[in-house]
């Protein structure tokens, strides 16, 4: 079973940018679709952009379309979230995601392997 650990959080101003990494231990990570999520106190966790097995495929939510990209490296097991033109309204703390399978995955029950969160704030 893969485990994820992500990094790189911290505090930016409005318009700044974030990358975000998430690390997988294992040696099936290529076998593994994997996604982005963020969440505030007092809400659910939303989707934010996930990931084919072989990165061929990429899928955002519309809030961060143009602005956020996820990129994996298969090598190096590992999956980033470049986050650009940030805005207040992004942040939350954010987590990665695995699941086995082909496809894109936007649902937080369609993914069984979770990371313990990263703090991301947007503020001046």
């Known amino acids: 079973q893969v485990q994820l650990v992500e990094s790189g959080g911290g505090l930016v101003q409005p318009g700044g940018s974030l990358r975000l990494s998430c690390a997988a231990s294992?040696?099936?990570?290529?076998?593994?679709?994997m996604g982005w999520f963020r969440q505030v106190p007092g809400k659910e966790r939303e989707f934010v952009a996930a990931?084919?097995?072989?990165?061929?495929?990429?899928y955002y939510a519309d809030s961060v379309k143009g602005r956020f990209t996820i990129s994996r490296d298969n090598a190096k097991n590992a999956v980033y979230l470049q986050m650009d033109s940030l805005k207040p309204e992004d942040t939350a703390v954010y987590y990665c995601?695995?699941?086995?399978?082909?496809?894109?995955?936007?649902?937080?029950?369609?993914?069984?392997?979770w990371g313990q969160g990263t703090q991301v704030t947007v503020s001046s």
């Open positions: 995601a695995a699941r086995s399978g082909g496809n894109l995955y936007t649902r937080v029950y369609e993914y069984n392997r």
């Open positions: 294992g040696r099936t990570f290529s076998s593994y679709a």
């Open positions: 990931i084919t097995m072989s990165g061929g495929s990429t």
